[in-house]
């Protein structure tokens, strides 16, 4: 079935399966779930980047996309609300790491509890953030 509307979808990628395969691979697999969850045929691909993914539909790459392409940018929207969300409930779970207000960014404070508290279930062991 072909898209005949405004849709989007999300795809999300584990932290384990980042470390296993790295991030922009990572982001590339996310993009790949984001395209099935549509539920629909794409004509055409626009992508935030310069890099391809594996995807039989034709496709656009372009450098600094979310700056220049309003889809992109509604895209790039979407993906951080949606990874603010998850995080918010992360911090439910973990609240001692305060991922509420920096999101998983490595800001001085999420560093300081790293050192504090050591990693927990949800932290990427690739990416140092001490």
Request: glycine share 6%; hydrophobic share 40%.
């Given at each position: ?38 539920g629909c045929k794409v ?19 372009i450098i600094k996309g ?65």
């Amino acid at each position: 079935m072909a898209c005949s509307e405004i849709k989007w979808g999300v795809g999300i990628v584990s932290e384990k399966v980042i470390d296993k395969i790295n991030i922009l691979e990572a982001t590339k697999l996310a993009m790949q779930k984001a395209i099935k969850d549509l539920g629909c045929k794409v004509d055409h691909l626009l992508l935030d980047g310069n890099f391809k993914i594996y995807c039989a539909t034709t496709q656009k790459s372009i450098i600094k996309g979310d700056q220049k392409v309003f889809s992109i940018a509604a895209a790039s929207i979407i993906a951080k609300v949606t990874r603010d969300r998850i995080m918010d409930k992360y911090n439910d779970k973990y609240p001692e790491y305060g991922f509420k207000k920096h999101k998983g960014y490595p800001t001085k404070f999420h560093r300081q509890k790293i050192k504090e508290l050591g990693f927990c279930k949800i932290h990427r062991r690739s990416f140092s953030a001490v």
